[in-house]
């Protein structure tokens, strides 16, 4: 009966009645008597019977929940996402003097010749400690970013690609205080979203976050008297669809950060993270990657060089990292060089960890004098 129920509802929209369509086709849902792949395919015309964007979005979103392997939803979500935001964005008039000594490294702006979809370019990070989250490839080698927020401590996490994929998301590197963590997956995005070629987001700049379902918040660069590093971008906005890593677009749809969970302390609007800030990190990662043996570390998002020489604690927070957790742990002489970084000697075991408050961060004595080495 569901099943001629629904019949009758594509049929009516096919004859140019949406409403009866729509009707019958809540019925057919409702009744619980269709099979997963035959809801997916109610969803897809119930769609077609809407013209709110959202509504329409919400519809395709609740096609791929019922099947997540109809390639329809996917294609049309990914579609819609790609007709809400342009994808060939172009300077529509010249860049002025100060601007133009602002581009970085006296960067030429060229408007960008192929359209871009931005579905192509973003995934859905599963798993992590505070629910659902957004990132965004910032390098052709699989490398995504997002935010600290989005995976915690976590060393690995699901990624969803629109192109209807689960991969293993392994997190190579955090700078926490950035709230930026960056995930490697085995795929080639292929090319980058545009970046904006300016430093900073100029006052009151129109903005878009795009989550990964293509839900977009509309808000604007927030001026504010607090001084702030360049890297940060105070937005307007006060929530977010999701656990944030979210690309932020401006009024020519180039890419200009990231969103982050920062909040401001006295309003509760939100920051974003320029993509400059981003990219320098992405590229330290990969000198740090070329020059040596190193290990992540998820309490801290460090690249160890001590436990990638095969010793047991991050030379950076002093944590016990996985690889060591389950060794026999001893003194090291030779450990010492990644870690005994103060010149101020302990007066009781010659040390040179470091004295805080008076005492030997090595063997806790208080300290008289500190002798000098």
Same mark, same amino acid.
């Given at each position: ?220 660069? @927030?001026? &504010? /008297?607090?001084?702030?590093? !360049? ?7 006060? %929530?977010?669809?999701? =656990?944030? *890593? ?98 101020? @000697?302990? &007066? /009781?075991?010659?040390?040179? !960890? ?7 961060? %090595?063997?806790?004595? =208080?300290? *008289? ?5």
């Amino acid at each position: 009966m569901s099943h001629r129920t629904l019949e009758m509802g594509i049929n009516a929209v096919q004859r140019g009645s949406p409403a009866e369509g729509a009707r019958l086709i809540r019925i057919a849902i409702k009744s619980g008597e269709l099979s997963p792949q035959m809801q997916a395919i109610a969803y897809l015309w119930l769609a077609e019977t809407q013209t709110d964007l959202q509504q329409k979005r919400a519809t395709y979103g609740d096609a791929l929940a019922a099947d997540p392997a109809n390639v329809e939803a996917r294609q049309r979500l990914a579609s819609l996402l790609t007709s809400q935001l342009p994808a060939a964005p172009v300077l529509s008039s010249p860049v002025s003097a100060t601007q133009t000594q602002q581009v970085v490294a006296a960067q030429t702006v060229q408007p960008q010749q192929a359209a871009v979809n931005i579905a192509d370019h973003v995934a859905h990070i599963i798993g992590g400690p505070n629910g659902p989250g957004t990132a965004f490839f910032v390098a052709q080698e699989g490398i995504l970013a997002t935010t600290r927020h989005v995976v915690g401590g976590m060393q690995q996490v699901t990624v969803e690609l629109h192109i209807g994929r689960q991969l293993p998301g392994v997190v190579v590197r955090a700078y926490t205080d950035l709230d930026l963590t960056l995930i490697h997956v085995d795929h080639n995005p292929g090319s980058l979203l545009p970046i904006t070629p300016l430093p900073r987001v100029a006052d009151e700049t129109p903005l878009s976050i795009v989550t990964y379902n293509g839900e977009i918040i509309r808000t604007t660069e @927030r001026p &504010t /008297n607090r001084v702030m590093a !360049a890297h940060w971008i105070p937005t307007s906005a006060t %929530r977010l669809l999701d =656990a944030g *890593g979210n690309p932020i677009f401006d009024e020519k749809n180039y890419l200009v950060g990231m969103m982050t969970k920062d909040t401001s302390r006295t309003s509760g609007h939100m920051f974003g993270l320029h993509i400059a800030a981003i990219k320098r990190m992405v590229d330290t990662y990969f000198r740090e990657a070329r020059t040596e043996a190193r290990v992540y570390c998820p309490h801290c998002g460090n690249n160890s060089r001590a436990v990638g020489a095969g010793y047991f604690y991050c030379e950076q927070c002093g944590s016990v990292t996985p690889p060591a957790e389950n060794m026999q742990r001893y003194p090291i002489p030779q450990a010492e060089t990644y870690y005994e970084t103060s010149r101020a @000697r302990c &007066t /009781n075991c010659n040390s040179t !960890a470091g004295i805080y408050n008076n005492v030997c961060l %090595r063997c806790g004595s =208080a300290q *008289g004098r500190a002798v000098q080495s």
